[in-house]
């Protein structure tokens, strides 16, 4: 094939040149002077995109290494804690917790809608003993295109002055997405590299508050790899307690520069203007938004449901074998069922244009019975 694949999947996300030139430097000596000021820029960096002034640890490692570790730094066997059956990656993230010994309460959801804050606060209300040591929420449910009202989850858990934990999975968020750690007060925000951040999988991000770094004096889950203790200690000299990851701390502290240039609020803004032409464009074509609620649509991708008899991944197939365009399977138990569209990272108007013509020309190519015109009411929206 010729011509640039269009990777269109909602993470791994395209990594912009300037990125990619900035990791391709000679690998240096990771307890040298020039990795501790390349360290602190790339902490210093990931910082701002938390909008958080506290703690950020940076694992070489993958998003769920940086799930595990927001709950072995926390929390104790048997603990109990609650979350909520948003999608397959609430599903994932329930599992770890379970493995690990913890006692997870799983508020059954249909897949279609997000954390729902009434539910947050009565259920909290009702545990006047404070069993519930921790509430877990994912931001941005990444098989389902749908997204979490995180500050009202906060505003929930005041309202019923309950002192658990709130651990957040902002994996697909981060840079996408307004999200605000310190303002929001979460205690452990789990992000990783390959999403908003523009960088290739491989690193793994905690950002914490002081609250949950008082509850690892009690936390008795066992923990080495992904203890926070060693990494903050010797974090504070510009150091790693183990060799870090140090050409993708290059391209971090690259792509957070990019961040800041763009502006955040420019950033989300050009990410939910996506998304709206993207919505445009399936709700032209006659498909249906697999979320249901209007104020939880994401701004980084859009999961579009298959007419009955047909099958999302045949659908895919076509459009990558045609057309050289990757976009994201169904999940779970949504296998065939949707189709997801990332548009998120490094992005723009064009890129989008030629992501909705890939579909709607494989919507034809795939005998998917469609309305035409969804790229027109996307370009429309655009222009606008
Ligand atoms: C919301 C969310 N959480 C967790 C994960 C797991 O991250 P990883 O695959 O890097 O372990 C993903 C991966 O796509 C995700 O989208």
Redesign the pocket.
């Known amino acids: 094939m010729s011509g640039r694949h269009f990777l269109q999947i909602?993470?791994p996300t395209n990594v912009p040149d300037r990125v990619l030139r900035a990791i391709a430097q000679p690998t240096i000596d990771h307890r040298g002077p020039a990795f501790a000021s390349l360290a602190r820029e790339a902490l210093d960096g990931v910082r701002e995109v938390f909008k958080t002034t506290g703690a950020v640890v940076i694992y070489p490692g993958?998003?769920?290494?940086a799930?595990e570790a927001s709950l072995v730094n926390t929390l104790s066997p048997g603990d109990k804690v609650l979350m909520f059956e948003t999608g397959h990656?609430a599903t994932?993230?329930r599992t770890v917790a379970q493995r690990l010994g913890l006692d997870v309460q799983f508020v059954p959801g249909d897949w279609r809608r997000g954390v729902d804050p009434a539910v947050v606060e009565s259920t909290m209300s009702d545990d006047r003993a404070h069993a519930i040591k921790a509430v877990a929420v994912?931001?941005?449910?990444?098989?389902t295109g749908v997204a979490s009202r995180v500050g009202e989850v906060r505003q929930a858990m005041d309202r019923a002055g309950h002192p658990a934990l709130l651990l957040v999975?902002t994996?697909?968020s981060l840079g996408s997405i307004d999200y605000r750690h310190d303002e929001w007060r979460v205690d452990v925000s789990?992000g990783?590299s390959?999403?908003g951040l523009m960088l290739p999988?491989g690193l793994?991000l905690n950002a914490i508050s002081e609250k949950a770094i008082a509850a690892t004096k009690s936390a008795r889950l066992p923990r080495a790899y992904w203890d926070w203790a060693p990494m903050l200690a010797d974090n504070r000299s510009g150091f790693f307690p183990y060799t870090p990851a140090t050409n993708l701390l290059y391209g971090l502290r690259e792509a957070t520069a990019m961040l800041r240039e763009e502006g955040l609020e420019h950033v989300f803004a050009r990410h939910s203007r996506h998304a709206e032409a993207t919505r445009r464009a399936v709700c032209t074509w006659g498909l249906e938004i697999l979320c249901v609620n209007r104020d939880e649509y994401s701004s980084a991708l859009t999961a579009a449901m298959m007419p009955d008899g047909h099958d999302g991944d045949a659908l895919r197939k076509v459009i990558l074998d045609r057309f050289d365009m990757s976009l994201g399977t169904g999940l779970g138990k949504l296998k065939g069922k949707i189709f997801r569209i990332g548009h998120l990272g490094d992005f723009n108007d064009l890129m989008l244009a030629g992501t909705l013509a890939g579909v709607e020309m494989g919507l034809a190519a795939a005998g998917v019975p469609f309305k035409r015109g969804g790229i027109l009411a996307a370009l429309d929206y655009l222009a606008t």
């Open positions: 909602p993470g993958s998003g769920t290494g799930w990656f994932l993230w994912v931001h941005n449910e990444t098989s999975d994996i697909s789990v990783c390959q999403k999988p793994g």
